[in-house]
C-alpha cells in the first residue's frame, strides 16, 4: 500500500514546496531531506526520495519538474496536432466517396457503401452499394464496387479522428475508404 497524497498535505513534518507547473505537488521534509511529487488527480506518488544534501534534493526536484512540464506540453501539442489531422481527415469526406468493411471468421466479407449526405462536419449518410465479381478462384473471389447502384436505405453514421466510418453496417463494422476501381478479395470457408 502506497501513502497517498493526504498523508503529506496533514503532516507536520512534511512542507508543500511550490512549483509553477500545474497539478503537481511536491512535498519535502528538511530534517531527514526526503520529498515526494505528486502529479494529476493521482493518489499514488510519482516518486519519493531520500536525498545526501539539501543541494541534490533541490537540484534532483528541479530536473523532475522540469520532465513534467516537458511532458505535459508534449501532450497539449500531440492533441492539438491530432485535433488538426482529425479535422482535415473529416473534411476530406465528400458525398459520393466509397467506404468497404472487412469481416468474418475464417471467410472475407466485404461489404460497399456510398456516402449520400453531409448533414455536419462529423456525420454522413451513407447507402450500402452493390458489389461485382470480376472473376471467382478456389475458395474466393475479386470484387468491386458499383456506385450509384444502392442496396439499402440510408444510415446516419459518424466519421471517426482517422477518417474512417463507425458502425457502417449492421454488426457495427467500421468502413474505410476505397475507390470504384479499386478490386478486392473476398474468401469463403469449406
Given at each position: ?133 470480376l472473376s ?12 450509384n447502384h ?41
Amino acid at each position: 500500500m502506497y501513502i497517498q497524497r493526504d498523508y503529506f498535505k496533514n503532516s507536520p513534518d512534511f512542507q508543500e514546496r511550490y512549483v509553477s507547473v500545474p497539478g503537481v505537488q511536491i512535498f519535502i521534509n528538511t530534517k531527514n531531506l526526503t520529498a515526494v511529487m505528486f502529479s494529476g488527480g493521482r493518489k499514488k506518488y510519482d516518486w519519493f526520495h531520500r536525498f545526501e544534501s539539501f543541494f541534490k534534493m533541490e537540484q534532483f526536484i528541479d530536473l523532475r519538474v522540469k520532465a513534467k512540464y516537458d511532458s505535459i506540453i508534449h501532450k497539449e501539442e500531440r492533441k492539438k496536432l491530432r485535433n488538426q489531422k482529425a479535422i482535415a481527415l473529416r473534411e476530406d469526406v465528400k458525398v459520393g466517396d466509397i467506404f468497404c468493411t472487412h469481416w468474418g471468421y475464417e471467410q472475407t466479407n466485404i461489404d460497399f457503401f456510398q456516402v449520400v449526405a453531409k448533414p455536419s462536419k462529423t456525420r454522413v449518410l451513407i447507402r450500402e452499394i452493390a458489389k461485382q465479381t470480376l472473376s471467382t478462384y478456389g475458395m474466393g473471389a475479386s470484387i468491386k464496387p458499383i456506385p450509384n447502384h444502392f442496396v439499402s436505405a440510408e444510415k446516419k453514421c459518424f466519421i471517426t479522428l482517422f477518417g474512417s466510418i463507425s458502425k457502417a453496417d449492421q454488426y457495427g463494422h467500421s468502413a474505410f475508404r476505397t475507390s470504384a476501381d479499386k478490386e478486392h478479395n473476398v474468401s469463403w470457408g469449406y
